[in-house]
Nanobody
């Protein structure tokens, strides 16, 4: 069983930055496929960014060049650096781990508002 803990999120003004972190348990973290999803009110959950075990990344087009996903295998942690945030980025953000199953972390609220 993989356990996931998410940190970060909060309220930020448009144009501001936030960093989310997702720590997962286990000794084989480097093999995990990690993803960040978000769900805005009244909308379906969508993939924001993902990173493979080899470090290949995939981004949702609307956040390209604004968000960066990265992983630190020594710390069992994946990050989502979010820059130039926009009100449309307001959502609950979730971390997802795919490794011999599918595990979701708790959501964290990101609110972009002046």
């Amino acid at each position: 069983q993989v356990y996931v803990v998410v940190a970060g999120g909060g309220l930020v003004q448009p144009g501001g930055s936030l960093r989310l972190s997702c720590s997962a348990s286990g000794t084989r973290f480097s093999e995990y496929y990690m993803g960040w999803y978000r769900q805005a009110p009244g909308k379906e959950r969508e993939l924001v960014a993902a990173i493979t075990s080899s470090g290949r990344v995939n981004y949702e087009p609307s956040i390209l060049d604004r968000f960066t996903i990265s992983r630190d295998n020594a710390r069992n942690t994946v990050y989502l650096q979010m820059d130039n945030l926009k009100p449309d980025d307001t959502a609950v953000y979730y971390c997802n781990v795919q490794w011999r199953g599918n595990v979701w972390g708790q959501g964290t609220q990101v609110t972009v508002s002046s």
